[in-house]
């Protein structure tokens, strides 16, 4: 442990100024910086991106202030949201009110006062009993509704004294919210809202709608829909699903639980068939009791299910429901999904499909226009020593000169600073240690005797089967110079491999160091205990099956994970445990070093991933926002973003300077297993148990390819060293080299595309697969390519 304090002492005290390494808690709630519980749709797709600081956290006392903002801005004509109805007394609302409408006219708010008098106007109409369909696009009702429900849930914790000039101690309540700090009682109020339990969250389905009906309005939806232009009919048709399990939820809950099956049974059979898993869930839950332990439930009701759909389709929407006064799915509309109308075209239903598919719909176009810094970080300069190829030259003076512009060339390249590549200093980094320059040294020499491949010239495939492995083989790493495989297995052990000569030998004991001449010339060979040399070392330590393996960059380090919920670091000099990281419920599925060492990410059953560094017991970052389990986890080429796969159908890229979510890729139609960024950092591909490779614009945030060719999940994907290849490794036994080059060229990523989603994918998958190699019976786990670009890939072999 003690050497491991030493190497990354330095970056330690590096990383302090820059960030603190303190453990951030992820905050709940639809909107990254709103104080949870709003009716409003405005935030990041199920709440991610919500770690950033917690002085934007929700209950920070400046929810009000969004909320009168909408208001002013809210048009004339807004109509009225009969779903929102607060739920204090009538005279108590009155009076808050009147302070609010107060407090307006003394800003000078002249039009907020008058579309907030519309509104309560309005909302009193709705209390009593009236109820026309509001907009489900226009925030301004909403907002007005939220702001009272709001105000009314603070007011009693506020004791301040009346503000002078205001008539009511309300009036001091917002002005408060809206510019200072707030007391701590009203901290703790807004609070409550922002974490909801599980009573709160049911009780949203507490509606009063006649059970009989639901299979009416159901069936009315379906025909009109079914009936409408084609154009329209596709983008509409995503409303089926959303509806249905809101509507059957709604039923379990309300106790009509025969009106419930009759409503399962009758429409199940018309949903997509990528919610099967998902629809077997829901029909699990046939009675009242069984809705407060399920996650899927909960998830589905707390993360409003985003749709995108053009503005044609919506107002067409809108116009059915008013003229057949059907509330009831108007309700389930506003209050559960975020409709993220568009202008321009109808998407087709190719297009829709494309996209569609995750647990909580597609992703919010907001969700992906931050900027993200793509490309790579300038590489130090390494002199490159001359003697070494004086050597491989020996007699012939003319090699070495023709060699050592090829040396600069390699220089060169990594000095042009990339447009795209984050600043240099953005995240500390630990610095290069002489044994670092050496291995890079090595790597420029590689790098000139690799072979450039594409469709005319593939790489040779080298399989090393695991037999006879009847602990049961569960996760596989190898080294960036390939020396060294490591296995984890079911039994709860660790396995090193080395796969070349050079076999695996640990440090000599204390009492024998002290004998060493530490001056000598090969005391890095002195220190090596001959009597331990083997070829293989078994890592005890884990109490459960080990899922995930990572080799760090400098091949001195292994990090495993676990179903007993830790992360183990284990030095490849002693093949001892150093720490095990405690910081994960359950078990963890994934975990990765940085290209750079020192970070690593883990990712697992609690649906968070976890940025740690190797000198820290506590993490560095939590990610939180996916809906099910972080599956796999990868670090971007620059070290300044993690890609993390889920079983909720979704991949996201989180930024590790502030814990944003910046993008939400979705278009899978299950659970993902593997991801893996290009060379150049511009492009990720992503594989799932649907079988698919869905291929994505980083920079875009867009989906810019699929191939499909696998039968089973995508364990594993991996881009050849100058990315011009990219190998996929699935269950179905198969290694699948496809032409990456191809796939990329002649990219449409105009501005329409981008703003609209309207991407079209080229139907060319088997244009672009190059070949197809099969196993005899081993499925492919892991796939790697060395230095000279040739493919490693392994796997255990199972008989049929």
């Known amino acids: 442990m003690a050497a491991l304090a030493e190497e990354q002492t330095e970056v330690a005290v590096k990383l302090e100024p820059e960030e603190p390494p303190t453990l951030l808690p992820p905050q709940a709630g639809d909107g990254a910086g709103e104080g949870g519980g709003s009716t ?155 974490q909801p339990d599980v009573s709160a969250v049911l009780s949203a389905y507490n509606q009063q709608g006649d059970p009989a009906m639901y299979e009416e309005y159901y069936s009315g939806l379906k025909n009109f829909i079914e009936c409408s232009l084609d154009c329209h009919r596709a983008e509409l048709s ?128 907001e969700a992906n226009k931050s900027k993200v810094f793509f490309g790579l970080l300038k590489e130090p300069e390494i002199e490159v020593p001359l003697d070494d190829e004086d050597e491989e030259g020996e007699n012939e003076e003319g090699k070495p000169k023709k060699k050592k512009p090829k040396k600069d060339s390699i220089g060169s390249k990594s000095k042009k600073q990339d447009p795209n590549a984050p600043p240099q200093n953005r995240i500390p980094l630990p610095e290069l240690k002489d044994s670092d320059k050496l291995d890079k040294i090595m790597n420029m020499k590689e790098t000139t005797k690799r072979v450039r491949l594409g469709p005319d010239c593939l790489p040779s495939i080298c399989f090393y089967t695991f037999l006879n492995a009847y602990q049961g083989l569960t996760a596989v790493d190898v080294t960036d110079d390939s020396s060294l495989i490591a296995g984890g297995f079911a039994d709860s052990t660790v396995r090193v491999w080395s796969v070349t000569p050079k076999k695996l030998r640990s440090v000599k004991q204390a009492t024998d160091l002290s004998l060493i001449d530490k001056e000598s010339d090969d005391v890095l060979e002195r220190i090596m205990d001959e009597k331990t040399s083997s070829e293989l070392k078994i890592l005890y330590g884990h109490s459960g099956p080990v899922y995930g393996a990572s080799f760090s960059p400098d091949r001195n380090y292994l990090l495993s994970s676990s179903e007993d919920g830790t992360v183990r670091l284990w030095s490849l000099q002693t093949f001892t445990c150093l720490v095990g990281y405690k910081g994960h419920n359950y078990p963890v599925w994934d975990t990765q070093f940085s290209p750079y060492g020192y970070y690593f990410v883990s990712g697992g059953h609690d649906r968070v991933a976890r940025l740690w560094a190797t000198d820290h017991y506590q993490p560095l970052r939590i990610f939180a926002g996916h809906l099910a389990d972080v599956n796999c986890t990868r670090f971007h080429p620059n070290s300044n973003y993690v890609a993390t796969g889920s079983a909720d159908r979704t991949v996201r890229l989180w930024d590790v300077l502030n814990g944003n979510c910046v993008r939400i890729f979705t278009g899978h139609k299950g659970p993902i297993h593997s991801l893996t960024f290009s060379p150049n950092g511009r492009f990720l591909a992503t594989g799932a148990t649907d079988g698919r490779v869905l291929l994505w614009d980083i920079g875009h945030g867009l989906m810019v390819g699929e191939l499909k060719g696998h039968t089973q999940t995508v364990c594993s994907l991996r881009f050849s060293r100058d990315g011009e290849i990219l190998a996929s490794g699935s269950m179905d036994n198969t290694v699948r080299l496809w032409d990456a080059i191809k796939a990329f060229e002649d990219l449409e990523t105009d501005d329409f595309t981008t703003a609209t989603g309207h991407i079209n994918l080229p139907e060319n998958s088997q244009e672009l697969l190059l070949g197809t190699y099969m196993t005899k019976s081993t499925p492919v786990v892991h796939l790697h390519f060395t230095r000279r670009n040739l493919v490693l890939a392994a796997g255990a072999y199972s008989p049929q």
């Open 238 to 365: 995503q409303l089926f699903y959303p509806l249905f399990v809101h509507m059957y939820l709604e039923l379990v809950y309300n106790q009509h639980e025969n009106e419930a099956k009759s409503f399962f049974e009758k429409f199940h059979g018309d949903q997509e068939c990528y919610y099967q898993d998902d629809l077997r869930v829901l029909s699990s839950l046939t009675k009242k009791e069984h809705m407060k332990g399920n996650e899927t439930m909960l998830d589905f009701r707390t993360s409003k299910f985003v749709l995108r759909i053009s503005r044609d389709s919506y107002q067409l929407l809108k116009r059915h429901l008013q003229e057949k006064q059907n509330n009831q799915i108007w309700n389930i509309v506003q209050e559960h999904l975020y409709i993220d109308i568009f202008d321009g075209m109808p998407r087709s239903k190719q297009q829709i499909d494309a996209m569609v598919g995750s647990l909580a719909g597609e992703a919010k176009r």
């Open 40 to 194: 409003t749709n405005n935030g990041p797709n199920g709440g991610g991106g919500n770690i950033a600081a917690s002085s934007s956290a929700g209950g920070d006392g400046g929810t009000p202030k969004p909320a009168v903002a909408v208001s002013a801005a809210a048009p004339a004509g807004a109509a009225p949201v009969p779903s929102a109805a607060p739920e204090a007394s009538a005279p108590h609302d009155r009076q808050t009110l009147l302070a609010v409408l107060q407090f307006l006219r003394q800003s000078n708010l002249r039009e907020a006062e008058e579309a907030l008098r519309r509104e309560a106007r309005l909302l009193e109409e709705a209390v009593a009993g009236s109820g026309a369909p509001g907009e489900a696009d226009g925030t301004g009702a909403e907002a007005a509704s939220t702001l009272l429900s709001r105000v009314t849930a603070s007011a009693p914790g506020s004791a301040a004294p009346d503000a002078p000039g205001t008539g009511a101690s309300g009036a001091a309540t917002v002005s408060g919210s809206a510019s200072g700090p707030t007391a701590p009682g009203k901290v703790g109020s807004v609070a409550v809202e922002d």
